[in-house]
């Protein structure tokens, strides 16, 4: 079974989506591994400046924790893409 | 006095006036029993690489931010209380050159815990929590910052898979 | 700026109504270059040793201590610096439990050097400037805390000599 | 020649002497630990609260810097005899 999910955009992502989220279809059991590679792909094929070198230091998190790269995609719940952080 | 009121996080919205507020922080730390207080406060600077800074917005992920936020004083107050008031406050928008991004503060007993906890806040606001600076420049340029890569920053997250630089 | 604009030491009188401020304090050490600023704040505390305090006097040797805190902030300037500001002010008089016995705050381009700088001056502050606590206590007595002796804590001072005990 | 030196009492000192001050005679060319001992004297003489003790883990100072104890007293300015601070 496949899915969309909704993905939050933040920091320099945000200006590649006029509403900072993006939908991507996901099979159920895809991990967060395959959620990288599914924003790799729509990136690349969507978004001219795109920076494939971003995404690869960036992580993809849930509104509660940093979600480790194996674990499967949580459903429930908001999910984004988080660019190296530069708080303060 | 419970731990929860013990500590406090916030996102201060700078597009309605509101920035973090240095007084705000330490009243919320304050107590009878409190003999030692510290405070942080992160302000604009107006050079930043050597380019001239006019002003600077800041982007949050507000609900894990606050989450971080949380977690970086429950931390603290595992280590360093469990005597301590904890406030931490961050700025979303845009803010001018001088503005309050940031204001970190410890109340406890002693000073040294009151350093050391408000030291170990700023560092995981800084280093943990997702919030992004886009700097904009005099020339009418403006960049987000090079940041601080969250992969393996955080027991959460896995190593950098191999990836096109 | 000049380093004498930079660093600015007072003692506040209680009994004239001031206290050290740390409003002051933050404004004092800002400036459109430093992104960083570590204020310190040491309050009257209600408990001391296990006894309930009510209130504390603070006695100074003016001129020293002022020397003393200057020293204290040239040194943290030379140490940190030369990109700095720096604030300290103590109390002189009674002061009721919860207000403010002193203030320092140190303000940098970056935090690391605000941190270790603010904790700097007040250790010199607490270990080297002269300055005595009394405690007046809730059951009515009176004590002068035991304090940190000067003898080999400075560079100027010689070890104690042999004396009674 | 002698000439008398005024010492500044603080802390628990000053609660010896109503003025906060005591006069003592001394040599012109005494040093610090002169000073020191002549306060002894008339601290004991003088004063029945006085701590030897205190005085023992107590040092002199000018305005200026706290002043060793092989050193000559300056004669000029101020004197203070100082017991274990704290401040803060």
């Not at chain 1, 001219?48 to 993809?60: E, K, N, R």
């Not at chain 2, 991004?101 to 050391?116: L, M, Q």
């Not at chain 2, 030291?119 to 005099?138: C, G, L």
Request: charged share 20%; with cysteine; aromatic share 6%.
């Amino acid at each position: 079974m496949t899915a969309t999910v909704s993905v939050r955009l933040f920091g320099a992502f945000r200006d590649l989506a006029p509403a900072a989220v993006v939908e991507l279809p996901l099979p159920d059991d895809a991990s967060v591994a395959t959620l990288r590679a599914a924003l790799e792909a729509h990136g690349r094929g969507h978004w001219p400046a795109f920076q494939p070198g971003l995404l690869a230091v960036s992580v993809f998190a849930s509104a509660e924790r940093v979600l480790r790269e194996h674990e499967p995609v949580p459903r429930d719940g908001e999910l984004a893409v988080l660019p190296p952080v530069s708080g303060g | 006095m419970s731990m929860a009121d013990a500590l406090a996080c916030a996102i201060a919205d700078a597009a309605a006036g509101a920035l973090p507020d240095p007084a705000v922080a330490l009243r919320h730390v304050a107590a009878p029993g409190f003999g030692g207080t510290a405070l942080f406060v992160g302000t604009i600077r107006d050079l930043n690489h050597g380019r001239a800074v006019v002003g600077v917005s800041y982007d949050l992920y507000d609900a894990l931010a606050l989450n971080v936020f949380r977690r970086a004083c429950e931390e603290a107050a595992a280590a360093f209380g469990p005597a301590i008031r904890l406030y931490v406050a961050h700025a979303r928008g845009r803010l001018a050159v001088g503005e309050v991004a940031v204001v970190v503060a410890a109340g406890t007993p002693h000073r040294d815990e009151a350093f050391r906890a408000c030291r170990a806040v700023i560092e995981a606001v800084k280093h943990q929590a997702p919030i992004w600076k886009q700097e904009h420049y005099a020339d009418g340029d403006s960049a987000w910052s090079e940041g601080c890569s969250l992969c393996g920053g955080d027991a959460h997250a896995a190593p950098v898979p191999a990836g096109p630089a």
